[in-house]
């Protein structure tokens, strides 16, 4: 696990600041969006989702944001601490292949002390 | 209670080998699904078990085989492994037809084909 997320784009954010992911999906008929964080020598661990009729859903200190105009989908972390260092997968399904999940490509997301 | 447990945790394979990855699933669970994640990259569908079966299967070759035990554990087979095999292999388990924020995934196999 340690090998993930080398080469990938990377967010660093001060502690306590608010930090912004973006992403870009491909299939408008997707029925829903789902964050994932990749910690070091883990797998990926469910964050959020937000269903595609939706533009925005609210959780636990984060918030996804997706405009189907131009397929983006953003998470928002609110007051980012050192545990939300990860990397962090956007991914999308269609219900009818619940296990299928297409992820996008990840972000580094560094918090500095 | 054990999440998804994979082994080994490491493997180092040479070019045309063969290599077989286990999973055991989180207690409850009945489905298998593997992944096989690039570095740098997204993980990538390779394909579903459920009851012994193949239900749904990513854009992958014939040389990624699998198997599903009637304890619910599943084997990973890729035949004649290429460089390009080189990756972490992600083990993901479920209820069948259950949602897939419900999907736990083990910490994988590092492969690496030399």
């Known amino acids: 696990g340690e090998s993930v997320g080398l080469h990938l784009p990377t967010l660093s954010v001060q502690e306590g600041d608010n930090s912004i992911i973006n992403c870009a999906y491909s299939n408008s008929a997707s029925d829903y969006f789902i964050w994932y964080k990749q910690e070091s020598g883990k797998g990926p661990q469910f964050i959020i989702d937000?269903?595609?009729?939706?533009d925005k859903r609210q959780g636990q200190r984060v918030t996804v944001l997706l405009n189907k105009t131009v397929k983006h989908l953003s998470l928002q972390i609110a007051a980012t601490q050192p545990g939300d260092s990860a990397v962090y997968f956007c991914?999308?399904?269609?219900?009818?292949?619940?296990?299928?999940?297409?992820f996008g490509t990840g972000t580094r997301l560094q918090v500095t002390l | 209670d054990a999440g998804v447990t994979q082994s080994p945790t490491h493997l180092i394979k040479t070019r045309g080998q063969q290599v077989t990855l286990r999973c055991s699933p989180k207690s409850g669970h009945d489905t298998v699904s593997w992944y096989q994640q690039a570095l740098g990259q997204g993980p990538q569908f390779i394909f579903q078990?459920?009851?012994?079966?193949?239900?749904q299967r990513g854009n992958f070759p014939d040389r990624f085989s699998g198997h599903q035990f009637p304890n619910y554990s599943s084997e990973l087979n890729v035949n004649a492994l290429l460089l390009g095999d080189s990756a972490l292999y992600l083990c993901?388990?479920?209820?069948?037809?259950?949602?897939?924020?419900?999907?736990?995934f083990g910490s994988g196999t590092q492969l690496s084909v030399l």
């Open positions: 993901a388990s479920s209820a069948y037809g259950g949602r897939y924020e419900k999907l736990f």
């Open positions: 937000i269903r595609s009729n939706m």
């Open positions: 078990y459920y009851e012994e079966e193949e239900r």
């Open positions: 991914a999308e399904v269609n219900t009818g292949t619940a296990s299928k999940l297409t």
